[in-house]
């Protein structure tokens, strides 16, 4: 089960909205009634930390099982002046804008993680609850939102572990909404049906289950630590890069659409090197997207580069989905 709720942070209503999910999200979890009210409440906290000092922006609420261990977490965004001073802001009292000041404090003592990166660009702050520790060696992270004012997404990602392999899928319904919603859902279902595969015999099933549905774009990238190797296979309009300490490799998606004529399923196998960090997208993200700007940022946590590269480079007339996979 994979929970994910996106609410735009542009009023106070809006911040009681995004505690609501944060609840809801817990509860279908299946934390304690205390986890479930902390959780809301970092919700809440970062959220207004959002509208007050970035001026607006969006909290991604996310939820899953590890096993039987449930995980929540919460991504905040926001395009605001940043934080200039992280040591004081991190100490209760302290605030800029005549509040209380317990926002960050209480978050840090909540949330089993907690990252915060901040800029001139603005802030990111990614949370954590849950109740069992990370296994495998990869640290994995996804972020899908649907077109503005749209209620179901058309991009959808999903992950499995295979033996060594961690597989990943990017999906994109063609257009936006329901039927595109439908169709990515599909080919979800079947690529958990057949991770045991290849990534090209995967999309096979995939096209041929698609045949009754709009279609869809999608990619599948197989990471394997042992062998430090990936294998990628694409369709359509979805990206993947591996950077590199000094390289970056981007992968090819062949032209189609999985579901109507049939594609080009071809896999490429590029090395995995120490340190490297993996990045699949729609193409609601812009294609010439440049992390180099961010200092440090691939040092950061997976959910921390994924939530950058969706606010500062996503396209606004449709669904948006970014994974991003790097050695924990």
Known sequence: MTLSTNVPITDATSVGEARRAGMATAERLGFSEARCGEFALLASEVSR?????????????????????????????????????????????????????????AMKRIADSLEIFSGERGTVVFMEVNEGKSCGELQLAGLAVPYPGEF????????????NR??????????????????????????????????AQILSYVHD?????????????????????????????????VLGHDSSRSLVSHNGTLGAA???????????????????????????????????????????????????FRRQRDDASVVVVKAS
Request: net charge positive.
């Open 49 to 105: 930390n959002v509208l007050l000092h970035g001026g607006g922006g969006q909290t991604i609420i996310q939820g899953k099982k590890n096993g039987n261990a449930p995980v929540a977490q919460i991504l905040a965004l926001d395009k605001g002046p940043g934080i200039r001073n992280m040591t004081k802001a991190m100490h209760d009292g302290y605030s800029t804008a005549g509040t209380m000041g317990a926002g960050l404090g």
């Open 166 to 199: 961690t597989l990943v899928m990017l999906v994109d319904g063609l257009g936006h909404g329901r039927d595109a919603s439908e169709a990515a859902n599909e080919a979800i279902q079947v690529f958990q049906k057949h991770a045991e595969r290849g990534p």
């Open 262 to 312: 049939t594609p080009r399923l071809q896999e490429f196998r590029v090395e995995w090197p120490a340190g490297a960090v993996l990045i699949m997208h729609s193409d609601g993200l812009q294609s010439r997207w440049d992390i180099s700007p961010y200092p440090g940022i691939l040092g950061r946590h997976a959910a921390v580069i994924a939530g950058v590269l969706l606010r500062d």
């Open 152 to 163: 179901f997404c058309g991009d959808a990602w999903t992950c499995v572990q295979h033996g």
């Open 209 to 241: 289950a698609l045949k009754k549905t709009r279609g869809a774009a999608a990619g599948i990238a197989a990471v394997d630590p042992a062998e430090k190797c990936v294998t990628y296979c694409g369709v359509g309009n979805t990206a993947c890069v």
